[in-house]
């Protein structure tokens, strides 16, 4: 049996196994808390794995071993970056955003302030953070289908984004959060399944000798003149031509990585999922656990792919390194257990990550459309008059349209590393919604006006610097190879654009008079105790 009809007969039985999970979850939908919240039944555990399963995305499997796999040092850079950022979202946000709100971020920020200017700004600053999102994951799904079916041609893998845009729309039109929560589940079993069994086998052939497996990936991937420079700094940030520049995009890249998760809309909405605050906190526990432990994974299978498959073969297949981890299974399985070894490993790997793809696009699409329809439908467009049938059939109309425009931009970006797609959505989320967060959490003074400042100062500054990035113009691996307007030389905008989303903040807030200090010291209460949270889910 070819790895072809393997992978095919892998993918469509996890395929069938999730169509199921979300047509049982689709009977259990009734309500909007059980839309947008799952009906708020899951424990802290299977909200953690949930979690893991939302966080761990093509970007983490696919273009972290990818980027480790090209640049060495670098690109390990990532790993370290969205691991240490869940001690933000664990010390800062978890709990108290599971007390303050109900089902999506703008409920916090709309309790203490004019509800209708700052639903609309978190709506809109939702649904671009998670189209950004998107983008790397439907990349990553024509990338992965290349490999694994033999599609070559530029239209085949414009219809697998199709395809795999169609599939996360099913799951989230009918099976909602319960729907999405079960099929993230599952998939992040099977993927720390897959990425463990890969790891052994890669440290075995090396007699797990870490140091042997690094100085091998040193020598067939590092540059010729000094290989060694593979696993030090500056392949990719900092080199001779940038310079300056590419030492501050790398400080911008932390910045962004490690900041930009508890402003990230598919994971905060995770918190209102459980019952009470100790299962919050107990769901970011399981999640780091979970997580934690995947991205030292990582580093096994990027410098695995750089010593056993070589950096010529990776780009040879995809030039932004996201068939790595899939190429590193073929060949270490053939290499231990011989032709057939490799080709049930690599179908095995490959339908495992097509799942991370489908799981992570069914939770994004669910934040977006859930914001869509809860904050700016039925608060800004209908005043607070919508009923929740409503607001659900908004809410899985809304999936279609923003379902179809994330496979439209897709097309566009598809030469791109996924995680470094990835990177951008977590500098426009630390830009606009990080500040008014913390800020609506912990400062006294905070208003509407802030808000809306930082929210829009913020998201607009993060774009208007990508837009203007060598990641849109002025290069071959940009968006836009032919066109040359980058007058931005940084590659991520977090380094600009998270203070200045900050300092919106600060300036809307002392330039309005606007005050009320009996809120504040009510989201205060409920923040740090929960007390009062009960009632807010209800009404």
Same mark, same amino acid.
């Given at each position: 049996?070819?790895?072809?009809?393997?992978?095919?007969?892998?993918?469509?039985?996890?395929?069938?196994?999730?169509?199921?999970?979300?047509?049982?979850?689709?009977?259990?939908?009734?309500?909007?808390?059980?839309?947008?919240?799952?009906?708020?039944?899951?424990?802290?555990?299977?909200?953690?794995?949930?979690?893991?399963?939302?966080?761990?995305?093509?970007?983490?499997?696919?273009?972290?071993?990818?980027?480790?796999?090209?640049?060495?040092?670098?690109?390990?850079?990532?790993?370290?970056?969205?691991?240490?950022?869940?001690?933000?979202?664990?010390?800062?946000?978890?709990?108290?955003?599971?007390?303050?709100?109900?089902?999506?971020?703008?409920?916090?920020?709309?309790?203490?302030?004019?509800?209708?200017?700052?639903?609309?700004?978190?709506?809109?600053?939702?649904?671009?953070?998670?189209?950004?999102?998107?983008?790397?994951?439907?990349?990553?799904?024509?990338?992965?289908?290349?490999?694994?079916?033999?599609?070559?041609?530029?239209?085949?893998?414009?219809?697998?984004?199709?395809?795999?845009?169609?599939?996360?729309?099913?799951?989230?039109?009918?099976?909602?959060?319960?729907?999405?929560?079960?099929?993230?589940?599952?998939?992040?079993?099977?993927?720390?399944?897959?990425?463990?069994?890969?790891?052994?086998?890669?440290?075995?052939?090396?007699?797990?000798?870490?140091?042997?497996?690094?100085?091998?990936?040193?020598?067939?991937?590092?540059?010729?003149?000094?290989?060694?420079?593979?696993?030090?700094?500056?392949?990719?940030?900092?080199?001779?031509?940038?310079?300056?520049?590419?030492?501050?995009?790398?400080?911008?890249?932390?910045?962004?990585?490690?900041?930009?998760?508890?402003?990230?809309?598919?994971?905060?909405?995770?918190?209102?999922?459980?019952?009470?605050?100790?299962?919050?906190r107990k769901s970011v526990m399981w999640g780091i656990g979970i997580i934690g432990t995947f991205y030292l994974l990582t580093l096994?299978?990027?410098?695995?792919?750089?010593?056993?498959?070589?950096?010529?073969?990776?780009?040879?297949?995809?030039?932004?390194?996201?068939?790595?981890?899939?190429?590193?299974?073929?060949?270490?399985?053939?290499?231990?257990?011989?032709?057939?070894?490799?080709?049930?490993?690599? =179908? !095995?790997?490959? %339908?495992? #990550? *097509? +799942?991370?793809?489908?799981?992570?696009?069914?939770?994004?699409? @669910?934040? &977006?459309?859930?914001?869509?329809?809860?904050?700016?439908?039925?608060?800004?467009?209908?005043?607070?008059?919508?009923?929740?049938?409503?607001?659900?059939?908004?809410?899985?109309?809304?999936?279609?349209?923003?379902?179809?425009?994330?496979?439209?931009?897709?097309?566009?970006?598809?030469?791109?590393?996924? =995680? !470094?797609?990835? %990177?951008? #959505? *977590? +500098?426009?989320?630390?830009?606009?919604?990080?500040?008014?967060? @913390?800020? &609506?959490?912990?400062?006294?003074?905070?208003?509407?006006?802030?808000?809306?400042?930082?929210?829009?100062?913020?998201?607009?500054?993060?774009?208007?610097?990508?837009?203007?990035?060598?990641?849109?113009?002025?290069?071959?691996?940009?968006?836009?190879?032919?066109?040359?307007?980058?007058?931005?030389?940084?590659?991520?905008?977090?380094?600009?654009?998270?203070?200045?989303?900050?300092?919106?903040?600060?300036?809307?807030?002392?330039? &309005?008079?606007?005050?009320?200090?009996?809120?504040?010291?009510?989201?205060?209460?409920?923040?740090?105790?929960?007390?009062?949270?009960?009632?807010?889910?209800?009404?």
């Amino acid at each position: 049996m070819s790895s072809t009809t393997l992978s095919t007969i892998l993918f469509l039985a996890f395929v069938a196994a999730t169509l199921g999970i979300t047509v049982w979850a689709s009977r259990q939908t009734k309500t909007a808390a059980d839309y947008y919240a799952g009906g708020r039944s899951f424990s802290g555990a299977q909200n953690g794995l949930a979690i893991g399963g939302d966080y761990m995305s093509a970007a983490s499997f696919l273009g972290i071993a990818g980027i480790i796999a090209l640049f060495g040092y670098d690109g390990f850079l990532y790993s370290i970056g969205f691991l240490v950022a869940w001690l933000v979202a664990l010390l800062l946000v978890a709990e108290l955003m599971r007390n303050s709100g109900k089902f999506t971020m703008a409920d916090v920020l709309a309790f203490r302030m004019s509800p209708r200017p700052v639903r609309t700004a978190a709506g809109v600053s939702t649904i671009v953070v998670s189209i950004f999102y998107l983008l790397a994951q439907m990349v990553g799904a024509g990338a992965l289908v290349g490999l694994l079916l033999g599609v070559t041609s530029e239209a085949g893998k414009v219809w697998t984004i199709v395809a795999v845009g169609a599939l996360m729309i099913v799951y989230v039109v009918f099976g909602g959060m319960k729907g999405t929560t079960w099929v993230q589940i599952v998939k992040a079993v099977l993927l720390m399944t897959g990425a463990a069994l890969v790891t052994i086998l890669v440290l075995a052939e090396f007699g797990f000798n870490l140091s042997g497996l690094l100085g091998q990936a040193a020598a067939t991937s590092g540059p010729g003149a000094n290989p060694d420079s593979f696993l030090s700094p500056g392949l990719r940030y900092g080199t001779e031509e940038q310079g300056l520049a590419g030492k501050i995009d790398l400080i911008s890249l932390g910045l962004a990585l490690v900041l930009g998760t508890a402003g990230l809309p598919h994971i905060l909405i995770r918190f209102y999922t459980v019952p009470t605050a100790k299962d919050a906190r107990k769901s970011v526990m399981w999640g780091i656990g979970i997580i934690g432990t995947f991205y030292l994974l990582t580093l096994v299978l990027g410098f695995g792919a750089a010593a056993i498959v070589g950096r010529e073969e990776i780009v040879a297949q995809d030039p932004g390194g996201n068939t790595a981890a899939p190429l590193l299974a073929l060949r270490i399985g053939e290499e231990i257990f011989g032709s057939v070894g490799g080709t049930i490993l690599l =179908a !095995f790997i490959g %339908a495992v #990550a *097509f +799942a991370t793809i489908l799981a992570v696009v069914a939770g994004l699409t @669910l934040a &977006s459309s859930s914001s869509f329809a809860h904050d700016l439908y039925a608060h800004v467009f209908r005043r607070g008059q919508a009923s929740e049938r409503q607001e659900v059939v908004v809410a899985r109309i809304s999936a279609l349209v923003i379902g179809a425009v994330a496979i439209g931009l897709s097309i566009l970006a598809q030469n791109q590393n996924v =995680a !470094f797609l990835v %990177a951008l #959505a *977590f +500098a426009v989320a630390a830009s606009g919604n990080l500040p008014a967060i @913390l800020y &609506s959490l912990f400062w006294k003074r905070f208003n509407t006006a802030g808000a809306v400042s930082a929210i829009y100062g913020g998201l607009l500054s993060a774009l208007l610097l990508v837009v203007f990035s060598p990641v849109v113009s002025g290069g071959e691996r940009a968006l836009l190879p032919d066109a040359d307007f980058a007058w931005f030389p940084l590659s991520n905008p977090g380094i600009i654009s998270i203070p200045f989303g900050f300092l919106c903040g600060y300036l809307g807030t002392i330039m &309005s008079k606007e005050y009320n200090a009996a809120k504040y010291a009510e989201i205060e209460v409920r923040s740090l105790t929960g007390v009062g949270a009960e009632k807010a889910v209800k009404h």
